[in-house]
């Protein structure tokens, strides 16, 4: 079993939908990262959480360290937010979940 | 502010050559650096730790003679690939501990070994 777990796989969604991306890990950790991959490779951090929830414009990251879940959430998601969605997780070193894969048509 | 800039994004390279790849934090100093290896719809994988001035920490499984790493200043990670194979042949990114959000990522390098 992958210490860090994502759902779903993959995700398609039309363009306005409310999208949610879910993680789920069983290691002890520091933090954890919500990133976003574009199809050319390029990684961005869009969030790093050790409790509680976070907001940045359309997206939203909540964690709930007693159940070691975590959730990102899009509203009104757009086709430009097509990308892989990756949570990592760290303590000493980072783990990475297997990525979700959206993909949002207009 | 917090940006690593890394380079090259794509090489082609030779069997049996070496490849460096660069990554370097433009806006603040990073001690410690991180490189991943990630295949063909798969994860990110971690090949190793550096630490500026000392000697990088590798994962299981990760040959350091073949994946050499150097971390000679606060603001400089250099990885080189040496005597590369096509089975190298993947995507290279780092990352640096900054004190913004956590990391920081590079851009990445895509390595294709002919």
């Known amino acids: 079993k992958n210490e860090v777990e994502q759902s779903p796989q993959n995700l398609t969604a039309q363009e306005g939908e409310f999208i949610t991306i879910n993680c789920s890990y069983s290691?002890?950790?520091?933090?954890l990262h919500w990133l976003q991959q574009h199809p050319g490779g390029g990684i961005v951090s869009l969030f790093m959480l050790s409790s509680g929830k976070k907001k940045h414009g359309r997206l939203i990251a909540t964690i709930n360290i007693q159940e070691k879940h975590s959730s990102l959430h899009i509203t009104a998601s757009h086709p430009r937010d097509s990308a892989v969605y990756i949570c990592?997780?760290?303590?000493?070193?980072?783990?990475f979940g297997a990525g979700t894969r959206l993909t949002v048509k207009p | 502010g917090a940006v690593v800039s890394q380079h090259p994004s794509r090489v082609i390279c030779k069997s049996g050559t070496s490849v460096k790849i660069e990554c370097r934090s433009l806006?603040?100093?990073?001690?410690?650096m991180f490189w991943y290896r990630q295949f063909p719809k798969q994860s990110l994988m971690l090949m190793a730790t550096s630490n500026e001035g000392s000697k990088a920490t590798y994962e299981q499984g990760v040959e350091k003679d073949k994946f050499l790493i150097n971390h000679a200043s606060l603001t400089l990670s250099t990885l080189t690939v040496t005597s590369a194979h096509p089975e190298d042949s993947s995507f290279y990114i780092c990352?640096?501990?900054?004190?913004?959000?956590?990391?920081?990522f590079g851009s990445g390098t895509r390595l294709t070994v002919v």
């Open positions: 990592a997780v760290n303590n000493n070193d980072m783990r």
């Open positions: 806006d603040f100093q990073a001690t410690t």
């Open positions: 990352s640096a501990r900054n004190r913004v959000n956590g990391y920081t």
């Open positions: 290691v002890g950790i520091s933090a």
